[in-house]
């Protein structure tokens, strides 16, 4: 599978925005699909992610309350809606997908084996 982000931009402290992560390639139903970001001078961090099949939803702590992660599979597409973001928010947003990803794996970096190329995120004050 290959992967496509999109939706970053530079938005003022409060807005929203909406990202997303385009599939091609086969099989879509059966991968499970996170967001990870990284920030200036900051390591990758998982956010969020929806699984295969079950479509369950897994947050970070730091995310939660604040971003929503969901998939439409006839579009092969999975979106990060971002809502009350801040300056440290600012960041390269990635999505990534794994086939069958067993529920322990999916907020673990290391499982995912397809990436796409990272949409800038940029969150002014």
């Known amino acids: 599978v290959q992967l496509q982000a999109c939706g970053g931009g530079l938005v003022q402290a409060g807005a929203s925005r909406r990202l997303s992560c385009l599939a091609s390639g086969r099989a879509f139903n059966s991968y499970s699909v996170a967001w990870f970001r990284q920030g200036p001078g900051k390591e990758r961090e998982f956010l969020a992610a929806?699984?295969?099949?079950?479509?369950?939803?897994y947050y970070s702590d730091s995310v939660k309350d604040r971003f929503i992660v969901f998939r439409d599979n006839a579009k092969s597409t999975v979106y990060l809606q971002m809502d009350s973001l801040q300056p440290e928010d600012t960041a390269i947003y990635y999505c990534a997908a794994e086939s069958c990803l067993h529920d322990d794996y999916n907020i673990t970096e290391r499982y995912y084996n397809f990436w796409g190329q990272g949409t800038l995120v940029t969150v002014s004050s």
């Open positions: 929806v699984r295969y099949g079950t479509s369950r939803l």
